[in-house]
């Protein structure tokens, strides 16, 4: 199996930054694209960035120029780093990654998602 467990959530106040990292674990053959996640209140959860496993990133538009998105293949772990945060940033963050795992000795046919546990970011004075 494949296990993601986030960190670095938190309290911020408006203009703040944060840095969340995600890392991957487990019986893994590759990961292909990693990304980030945030589902508020009463809302869908959307795609805030995404990175692909050669390094090309692509943001939503309400944070490009304020997060950016990398990732440490050796570690299988990716990160968010935030700054200039607001109010609208509050969410609960998750982390996917597109994973090729091996199950009982032999590499999958095709890769899956999985999730993390979701971590809560806050921005509020």
């Known amino acids: 199996q494949v296990q993601l467990v986030e960190s670095g959530g938190g309290l911020v106040q408006p203009g703040g930054s944060l840095r969340l990292s995600c890392a991957a674990s487990?019986?893994?053959?590759?990961?292909?694209?990693m990304g980030w996640y945030r589902q508020a209140p009463g809302k869908q959860r959307e795609l805030v960035a995404v990175?692909?496993?050669?390094?090309?990133?692509n943001y939503v538009e309400s944070v490009k120029g304020r997060f950016t998105i990398s990732r440490d293949n050796a570690k299988n772990t990716v990160y968010l780093q935030m700054n200039s945060l607001k109010p609208e940033d509050t969410a609960v963050y998750y982390c996917n990654a597109v994973v090729l795992a091996v199950i009982a000795g032999t590499v999958e046919s095709d890769p899956y998602d999985y999730w993390g546990q979701g971590t809560q970011v806050t921005v509020s004075s």
């Open positions: 487990g019986s893994i053959f590759r990961i292909n694209a």
């Open positions: 990175i692909t496993s050669g390094g090309s990133t």
